[in-house]
């Protein structure tokens, strides 16, 4: 099996299964049980396969998961549009309302045109399969760029965000962003490490209680305004907010422009649920469609509740600066919450902690896409194919971590700030958006040439004329979104998404040189004509003498002892040594005035094989094996790179010849054989045969 091919797991199984060539105690020594014993402690005991229908999801656990990044937005979906317009001043905020309006509108025409992606491509692929299949594999792989870059912008900006509603009650968050932040990722990782099911009943109850909260906070707040007559005031209300400059003509139209796009952020997160409708129960096309229709009626009845309160309110919101007001740089969740529960503190501590917990929880949105596109580009050769399995936990685990660690480095890069981060977050979200609803456009009017019943053909036009309202809805929106963001930060994201771009391309064109070089030929492969053998030494021990036999059990064609002349006086005595065992192999001692032992090694391999090109060399090292792990750094050095040297030589061959110390006897095998079988990969156990190991 290729070595690319083979997960560790399968490895370690296969070593179990060949216990005659005494290789176990290397295992052991190498695998630490601290290490093993953490991994369990985090990720849980592993999962068999065969389990993996049981972690599909029902409606009421897949809407938290897979909504909560569009659900969560409108927690700082209002506070971008408040603080662009605070550019122009305190007046410009009576627009708010009209620009939360045209996001509703776009968000509405998003969410219908996905409903008709579900019911077409309920593979899981998304915007990405949608976008390879009509468009072709060049926009798929622009498409899936652009979910990579979004995916792990998510983490960021739902984390940073999180902490900066945090910091509104608690001043540790605001002292310390970067800290909390990158410590919520890594318990968010170790929750989705776990599996898909325990993650989505863990986010399940944060989500629902803020849906909860902030409907009831703007319903509250609408009773004291137009039934109880209250009149309410904001903290930052009095607070006097200069423009930057006079906005008038196209200065005021382009101001509107930059901020319905950052209104727009309201949007992220819609596609999540085209991506994983894998994940739902069946039917799965229908539930994922249902779900969808959920997230949009709950996300626009919050955020026109929101921006609608905020402007009652005359909530005012300004970009952090030296000489800020602190009352200004609060967002408008915690703003809103002080001014309609008043002297109640109980419900205003409540709406900080479920908005600070769903903007960090919104973060597995991302966490269950990303690792499930990173699959599929996988099994098409885009990526890694390590991305393309699951771990213990029938997880995809190597996705799941290769996601923390770019959203990690983004949050230290940017200091945990949202604001800085959200520049660059929707460009992804639009180029997807604008290439999927392309794609549906050409899958419908293909459809259309080959289908003849009347009730499917106008079910067809119809979802046809939603899709191409989409697409100029979206491709208008994603103008605007660079036009008025390129300079602010989104240019970040498209170089991104050119590199990704081109690593992809780089990535599939090395998969297809390898297949085609590995390839059968037609030709029956030849026997090598002769095979020379080399043992070699350092010291005439154990271990060498075990190699030497080995090596002549073998029968090859020549067989020859190699020792490596570094120092003339312990040269002398292996020769000596030799010659008084009267070992029957011969030993060819190599110069090496510099000291060196892997080239002059290298070169007497290589001279062995220039007269027949079908001849073949097994070189056997000696290896010493331990039974501590500390024990490994002290033995083996100039063996690891050796072998490592030799595998890139053609016709080569390596075989190590393993002597165990004493350190491994108190190895306990039995428990080995347990912990193995205890892994997803089970299979029959080798024959106990090595000397040491116990009898069942």
């Not at 998003?110 to 009509?134: C, F, I, K």
């Not at 989505?200 to 007559?229: D, H, K």
């Not at 040297?645 to 010849?657: I, K």
Request: charged share 15%.
């Amino acid at each position: 099996m290729p070595r690319e091919g083979r997960t560790f797991p399968s490895m370690m199984v296969a070593i179990t299964r060949f216990h005659e060539t005494c290789t176990v105690p290397v295992l052991l020594a190498l695998v630490a049980k601290p290490t093993s014993f953490l991994k369990r402690l985090v990720v849980g005991r592993p999962m068999r396969s065969d389990k993996l229908s049981h972690t599909l999801l029902p409606k009421r656990i897949a809407l938290p998961i897979f909504a909560s990044d569009a659900l969560s937005s409108v927690a700082y979906a209002p506070d971008e549009i408040l603080l662009t317009l605070s550019l122009g001043g305190a007046a410009f905020y009576a627009y708010s309302w009209k620009i939360a309006l045209a996001v509703v509108v776009v968000m509405l025409v998003v969410v219908a045109s996905y409903r008709q992606n579900v019911h077409a491509y309920p593979s899981g692929g998304g915007d990405y399969e949608v976008a390879t299949v009509n468009l072709g594999p060049k926009f798929g792989l622009v498409v899936a760029s652009a979910l990579m870059v979004d995916y792990v912008l998510t983490v960021a900006v739902s984390v940073s965000s999180g902490v900066a509603n945090l910091g509104a009650a608690w001043g540790v968050a605001k002292d310390h962003p970067v800290e909390i932040a990158v410590s919520l990722i890594v318990i968010l990782t170790a929750m989705n490490l776990r599996g898909l099911r325990e993650a989505g009943l863990a986010f399940a109850i944060p989500t629902y209680a803020f849906m909860i909260t902030v409907i009831a906070m703007v319903s509250w707040g609408f009773v004291r305004i137009f039934i109880l007559g209250n009149t309410l005031t904001a903290e930052s209300a009095g607070q006097h907010v200069a423009p930057e400059k006079s906005f008038a003509g196209l200065a005021f139209a382009f101001l509107m422009v930059r901020t319905f796009s950052s209104g727009c952020a309201a949007l992220t997160g819609v596609e999540a649920i085209s991506n994983g409708v894998p994940a739902f129960q069946k039917p799965k096309s229908k539930n994922a469609a249902t779900t969808l229709l959920m997230l949009g009626v709950l996300a626009i009845t919050m955020l026109v509740g929101i921006v609608t309160l905020a402007r009652k309110a005359h909530v005012q919101l300004v970009p952090t600066g030296a000489h800020v007001p602190a009352a200004l740089q609060v967002p408008v969740l915690p703003q809103l919450g002080q001014v309609v529960f008043g002297s109640f503190k109980p419900a205003f501590y409540v709406l900080i902690a479920v908005t600070a917990l769903i903007l960090v929880l919104a973060a597995n949105t991302a966490f269950n896409g990303f690792p499930v596109l990173g699959s599929i580009l996988a099994q098409d050769r885009y990526l890694p194919r390590q991305l393309h399995t699951r771990g213990d936990r029938l997880a995809f685990s190597n996705g799941i971590v290769f996601l923390a660690t770019f959203a990690t480095v983004l949050i230290v890069a940017f200091h945990a700030s949202p604001t800085r981060l959200i520049q660059m977050y929707i460009v992804g979200v639009f180029v997807s958006f604008t290439l999927s609803q392309t794609g549906m456009l050409r899958h419908w009017n293909r459809l259309l040439n080959t289908e003849r019943d009347p009730i499917k053909r106008r079910r067809m036009y119809r979802s046809r004329i939603i899709n191409g309202i989409g697409l100029v809805m979206t491709g208008f929106v994603l103008v605007l979104v660079v036009a008025t963001k390129f300079l602010a930060g989104a240019w970040i994201s498209i170089v991104a998404m050119v590199v990704i771009y081109m690593v992809m391309i780089a990535i599939r064109r090395h998969y297809d040189h390898v297949a085609t070089e590995l390839a059968p030929h037609e030709e029956t492969p030849m026997l090598p004509a002769r095979n020379h053998a080399v043992v070699l030494v350092s010291k005439l021990h154990l271990p060498t003498l075990r190699a030497l036999a080995y090596a002549q059990g073998t029968r090859p064609d020549t067989l020859t002892a190699v020792t490596v002349n570094v120092d003339d006086a312990d040269t002398r005595r292996i020769q000596e040594e030799w010659d008084a065992r009267d070992i029957p192999v011969p030993l060819t001692i190599i110069d090496s005035p510099y000291r060196e032992i892997t080239k002059p090694i290298i070169d007497f391999v290589k001279n062995l094989r220039s007269d027949s090109p079908r001849d073949v060399v097994t070189v056997f090292i000696p290896e010493y094996v331990v039974g501590k792990w500390f024990e490994n750094l002290l033995h083996n050095q100039s063996a690891l790179r050796l072998k490592g040297r030799l595998l890139y030589e053609p016709g080569v061959m390596v075989t190590s010849v393993p002597w165990q110390l004493h350190s491994t006897e108190n190895k306990n095998f039995n428990r080995l054989d347990r912990d193995l079988a205890k892994g997803p990969l089970r299979g029959p156990r080798g024959p106990r045969i090595a000397k040491g190991l116990p009898k069942k």
